[in-house]
């Protein structure tokens, strides 16, 4: 029969020479492979005493912003469920009332904010989709836990500390030009509560 292609190759069944036949040489070139990683660097770590060192810009738990004066910057657009490929985000709307404008930076915001951390698998896509830059992940890591019900994460353990010490800082997860445009306070979006009114 003809062979649809050249790629096929003829085996040969040959006899085993002798250095084949008992193996030896075969296991000790093994060996010497083996031996050989004895003296490499190892890969391995032992954490939790050992860990590595993050990159700027690892996905950790996520942090939900304050602005300048320590306004929630989320409006609950609900864009991050959206985005969200496991959705693993949940929120609920409520509508701020007059003198709540320190506490909350638009006039809609979220009254209740849920991330299942089990069914996300922290691919940063709603840090991509908030036009609010409201929701960033950061190099802090969840927890683990006994109970599964302590992974969905409501706003209590999401929006940051409204203290200055508590705040946590997302610059490094910002690109140069994200940078340079919040320096621009003519637009609307840089604009905090006090200066609008
Ligand atoms: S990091 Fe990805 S999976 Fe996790 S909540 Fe955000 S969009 Fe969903
Ligand atoms: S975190 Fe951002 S995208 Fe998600 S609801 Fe709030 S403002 Fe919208």
């Given at each position: 029969?003809?062979?649809?292609t050249?790629r096929?190759k ?31 660097k190892?890969?391995t ?5 050992q ?6 810009i690892w996905?950790g738990?996520?942090v ?5 004066i320590g ?9 991050c ?7 693993a985000?949940t ?5 701020r ?8 930076r638009?006039?809609?915001y979220?009254?209740t ?8 698998i ?5 840090e991509?989709a ?15 836990e006994?109970n599964?019900?302590?992974?969905t994460?409501?706003k209590?353990?999401?929006v940051?500390?409204?203290?200055k010490?508590?705040?946590?800082d997302v ?12 320096k621009?306070?003519?637009f ?10």
């Open positions: 029969m003809l062979p649809l050249n096929s003829v085996v040969v069944k040959k006899e085993m020479s002798l250095s084949e036949k008992i193996y030896l040489p075969a296991i000790i070139s093994g060996m010497m492979i083996t031996f050989s990683h004895f003296f490499k190892k890969p770590i032992q954490y939790p005493e860990t590595r060192e993050f990159s700027a996905r738990q996520h939900l912003k304050r602005d300048e306004a929630e910057r989320c409006t609950s657009c609900g864009l469920a959206v985005a969200c490929p496991a959705e985000i929120m609920t709307s409520a509508e009332k007059p003198g709540e404008e320190h506490l909350y638009e006039e809609k979220a009254a904010y849920e991330i299942n951390m089990l069914r996300c922290f691919c940063g896509d709603c991509d908030c036009p609010k830059e409201a929701i960033f992940l950061t190099d802090r890591k969840v927890d683990s006994y599964r019900g302590l992974f994460y409501g209590d353990i999401l940051e500390g409204i203290e010490e508590k705040r946590i610059t490094k997860r910002q690109t140069p030009e994200v940078l340079e445009f919040k621009h306070k003519e609307d979006h840089n604009v905090v509560f006090e200066k609008k009114k």
